[in-house]
């Protein structure tokens, strides 16, 4: 069974940083797209980046392209995405979710405010 | 970018209602598109791919349709647990764009 489950988030100030982290378990991970979405409260979604299987192809969404790094490391079957410069805009849930899209974490909160 | 505009925002049915949810592309995307049902604070759940195939696990009274740039989820007697917000997805091409949603209320 696919398992997606996520770490890292939490209250940041603006302006600051923050590294959210996705494990995954029950599927060849190396093999497959990753993606995170997130989702501004009451809002709806919105996608941020996706990296393929080896990690040599990353796209960003203009909104957050400079300041969010998307990233993986296969040996330990894990996707991680590093955000800078943080600003109000970026208070939201973030999800990861399987290049296929049928699998999705449960979600982290990033609330950024003074 | 394309834009995928759904329709309506809100929907009011009751339980064993046909529903439909449309959502058109600004340009073509093949067959690349994605439907989700969202409930409050979950994450997606991924009901139709590639416009008209039903994911693994998802009632039968789901169904996807396209023409053209148009497309179309189908709910064909609505039950309690239907009750949610719908979301629309291209994956034809990055920004991969989502439409509004929908929301499906009971009436």
């Known amino acids: 069974e696919v398992h997606l489950l996520q770490s890292g988030g939490g209250l940041v100030k603006p302006g600051g940083s923050l590294r959210l982290s996705c494990a995954a378990s029950g599927f060849t991970f190396s093999n497959y797209n990753m993606n995170w979405v997130r989702q501004a409260p009451g809002k709806g979604l919105e996608w941020v980046s996706s990296?393929?299987?080896?990690?040599?192809?990353?796209f960003y969404a203009d909104s957050v392209k400079g300041r969010f790094t998307i990233s993986r490391d296969n040996a330990k079957n894990s996707l991680f995405l590093q955000m800078n410069s943080l600003t109000g805009e970026d208070t939201a849930v973030y999800f990861c979710?399987?290049?296929?899209?049928?699998?999705w974490g449960q979600g982290t909160l990033v609330t950024v405010s003074s | 970018d394309i834009q995928m505009t759904q329709s309506p925002p809100s929907l009011s049915a009751s339980f064993g209602d046909r529903v439909t949810i449309t959502c058109r592309a600004s340009q073509s995307i093949s067959s690349f598109l994605n439907w989700y049902q969202q409930k409050p604070g979950k994450a997606p759940k991924l009901l139709i791919h590639?416009?008209?195939s039903l994911q693994s696990g998802v009632p039968s009274r789901f169904s996807g349709s396209e023409s053209g740039t148009d497309f179309t989820l189908t709910i064909s007697s609505l039950q309690p647990e239907d009750f949610a917000t719908y979301y629309c997805q291209q994956s034809y091409t990055t920004p991969y764009t989502f439409g509004q949603g929908t929301k499906l209320e009971i009436k």
């Open positions: 979710a399987t290049g296929y899209w049928g699998d």
């Open positions: 990296i393929n299987g080896g990690g040599g192809y990353i």
């Open positions: 590639a416009a008209s």
